[in-house]
């Protein structure tokens, strides 16, 4: 058990670590050190999570997006004869994983500022084990936030049409965009110096990128001008994924182009965290 320095007791009551007691700690610590560093800072970000309200909001946002657009453009889209429910879900997913991922870059940021940066540097954890606890955590949330979606989702009408095998691929791919979005948003938190400016960070280009991108409505909707950058971005790319697969009717040609932007945006974040981590004294 580690002892807490008096100043400690100031700070937020989850910014301890209470390391559990050891039945015989010769054997954990040497065999299982990071299973059971990673296990104890995963449940200190789960139930911070909780005590804070994360959970409620991962379970609030999908419906406030699934009502925002469809009730308004179900009536124009079902003119069209696109069943909006069914186009609609896929896009309410991917925005409630960008909002996960803006949770995930607020809590890396209130852990550097409430000092927890400092205390693990100085405690012999390994170097990996906030990266994974963190990127646990952000993944419970997206879990939460993907089933709150799915389900509004069908409160709407939506339907996964193929195969077991088409809705696990659903699901993972929403939940391997949530790990990448996660990854890239956390190092921007420990980069970051204010909870708020990293929301303002990454909130506008989550914006823009869903709004212009063919999740909310067809490519045929947007003005001529904008229709190449509305069609070729990632977020098109993934929302035609996730809809053809809904739908039982997965195509390479629309799958690849998704699978190379996550591929470049796993490669461009994995960097960017592995450069946080190594470097992490740099950000105090």
Do not use: C
Not at 41 to 48: A, E, I
Not at 163 to 181: E, K, N
Not at 226 to 252: C, K, V, W, Y
Request: proline share 6%.
């Amino acid at each position: 058990m580690t002892t807490t320095h008096p100043a400690d007791r100031e700070t937020h009551a989850f910014s301890r670590i209470d390391w559990p007691a050891d039945r015989d700690p010769s054997v954990v610590s040497r065999r299982w050190p990071f299973l059971r560093q990673w296990s104890t800072m995963t449940d200190r970000g789960v139930r911070s999570a909780w005590a804070e309200g994360e959970f409620a909001v991962a379970v609030v946002m999908p419906l406030v997006f699934a009502l925002g657009f469809y009730l308004p453009l179900r009536l124009v889209m079902a003119d069209r004869g696109i069943d909006y429910a069914q186009f609609l879900t896929p896009i309410i997913v991917l925005q409630a994983v960008a909002f996960t991922a803006m949770a995930a870059a607020q809590r890396a940021t209130l852990d550097k500022l409430r000092g927890m940066n400092r205390r693990l540097a100085s405690m012999p954890v390994r170097a990996l084990v906030p990266l994974a606890s963190r990127m646990t955590v952000s993944l419970i949330r997206s879990v939460v936030s993907i089933t709150a979606a799915l389900v509004f989702g069908a409160l709407l009408g939506f339907s996964f049409d193929g195969g077991i095998l088409d809705t696990l691929a659903f699901v993972g791919f929403a939940l391997a965009v949530a790990v990448v979005l996660a990854i890239g948003a956390d190092s921007l938190g420990l980069i970051a110096r204010d909870p708020e400016a990293t929301s303002q960070l990454l909130l506008l280009p989550q914006l823009v990128l869903g709004l212009l991108s063919t999740g909310f409505v067809p490519e045929s909707g947007f003005p001529e001008w904008a229709q190449p950058f509305a069609r070729n971005q990632p977020i098109s790319h993934f929302a035609a994924t996730m809809r053809e697969l809904a739908d039982g009717n997965p195509m390479m040609s629309t799958a690849l182009p998704a699978l190379i932007w996550l591929g470049a945006l796993a490669v461009v974040f994995v960097f960017l965290a592995h450069h946080t981590q190594t470097h992490r004294r740099l950000y105090p």
